[in-house]
């Protein structure tokens, strides 16, 4: 339990104690389950250029993070899309 964050250890501790009750149907547990593989599914390519300062700092930080830079990127770019990584500027 020690290489969870202080709040993934709430969450854990809250279910654990049984504080969490299913929603839904479990025939909705299909629909949900296709729609978290869409999410997550990569069929396309792209290639882009960056310079190798920012492609250095990516492969810092995707090392931190345990994760291949090319998923630390692609999670970038989809937080952005989906409106949950925003500019400061916003």
């Given at each position: 339990?020690?290489?969870?964050?202080?709040?993934?250890?709430d969450?854990?501790?809250?279910?654990?104690?049984?504080e969490?009750?299913p929603?839904?149907?479990?025939?909705?547990?299909g629909?949900?389950?296709?729609?978290a593989r869409?999410?997550?599914?990569?069929?396309?390519?792209?290639?882009?250029?960056?310079?190798?300062k920012?492609?250095?700092?990516a492969?810092k930080?995707?090392?931190?993070?345990?994760?291949?830079?090319?998923?630390l990127?692609?999670?970038?770019?989809?937080?952005?899309?989906?409106?949950?990584?925003?500019?400061?500027?916003?």
């Amino acid at each position: 339990m020690s290489k969870l964050e202080k709040e993934e250890q709430d969450i854990l501790r809250s279910y654990e104690a049984g504080e969490w009750t299913p929603l839904g149907k479990k025939a909705d547990l299909g629909r949900y389950q296709k729609y978290a593989r869409a999410t997550f599914q990569k069929d396309r390519r792209v290639n882009i250029r960056i310079s190798s300062k920012d492609l250095a700092g990516a492969q810092k930080k995707a090392m931190e993070e345990g994760i291949p830079y090319q998923t630390l990127i692609s999670s970038v770019i989809h937080k952005y899309v989906a409106g949950v990584l925003v500019s400061k500027r916003a």
